[in-house]
């Protein structure tokens, strides 16, 4: 069984930075691509970005770019997501989900993706 472990979360002034990590357990880490999405308060969850298994590739919404980095050490079985200059409607609780393969023919889609961790929050101030 896969567990999946966010943490990082908090509050945030408008314009500042969090790193969010992602403690995977399991041996087989990294040979799955790994994505971040978040859910707002009142809204969908919605795909933040993702990463290969290998890390050298990444893909992010359209919003996120250029604002948001993924990464991964695969040594450590864990996942990261840089968010900076952070704005008041990033705030939501922060997911990360690990694909059913390693490949990601859809990143943005739910259904790539077979494990799930339990969220960490996130509240951007004005």
């Known amino acids: 069984q896969v567990q999946l472990v966010e943490s990082g979360g908090g509050l945030v002034q408008a314009g500042g930075s969090l790193r969010l990590s992602c403690a995977a357990s399991?041996?087989?880490?990294?040979?799955?691509?790994m994505a971040w999405f978040r859910r707002a308060p009142g809204k969908e969850r919605e795909f933040v970005g993702s990463?290969?298994?290998?890390?050298?590739?990444?893909y992010f919404s359209d919003s996120m770019k250029g604002r948001f980095t993924i990464s991964r050490d695969n040594a450590k079985n864990t996942l990261y997501l840089q968010m900076n200059s952070l704005k008041p409607e990033d705030t939501a609780v922060y997911y990360c989900?690990?694909?059913?393969?390693?490949?990601?023919?859809?990143?943005?889609?739910?259904?790539?993706?077979?494990?799930w961790g339990q969220g960490t929050q996130v509240t951007v101030t004005s």
């Open positions: 399991g041996r087989t880490f990294s040979a799955y691509a």
């Open positions: 990463i290969s298994w290998r890390g050298s590739t990444t």
């Open positions: 989900a690990r694909a059913r393969s390693s490949v990601l023919r859809t990143p943005a889609s739910e259904g790539e993706y077979d494990y």
